[in-house]
């Protein structure tokens, strides 16, 4: 079993930062894809990002790319996501996500076999 742990989340005012950690730990394999959806209330759950077991690949939903970029630790069972001029639209809570694949792009959740418990960002106007 695979388990992610999220951290980094908070309240930000609109215009500010926040940075997202998650840890994965248990039964991986060599190479993983890790990324971030995010679910706001009343809403459906959306793709954020995605980066590839090595980091050299990356994917971005339209309306985070430029503000938001996803990177992988030295360690390759972490992922952090750093999110600059947060507007009230990215409140969310924001899950990690793992892929037992090297690349991933697929903005459905169903291509993704880990999840974490999620952390909430809150981004006021």
């Known amino acids: 079993q695979v388990q992610l742990v999220e951290s980094g989340g908070g309240l930000v005012q609109a215009g500010g930062s926040l940075r997202l950690s998650c840890a994965a730990s248990g039964r991986t394999s060599d190479n993983f894809a890790m990324g971030w959806f995010r679910q706001a209330p009343g809403k459906e759950r959306e793709f954020v990002a995605t980066i590839s077991w090595n980091g050299g690949s990356a994917h971005y939903a339209d309306d985070v790319k430029g503000r938001f970029t996803i990177s992988r630790g030295n360690a390759k069972n972490t992922v952090s996501m750093q999110m600059n001029s947060l507007k009230p639209e990215d409140t969310a809570v924001y899950y990690c996500?793992?892929?037992?694949?090297?690349?991933?792009?697929?903005?459905?959740?169903?291509?993704?076999?880990?999840w974490g418990q999620g952390t909430q960002v809150t981004v006021s106007s």
């Open positions: 996500v793992l892929a037992r694949v090297g690349y991933a792009s697929s903005r459905s959740q169903d291509d993704y076999d880990y």
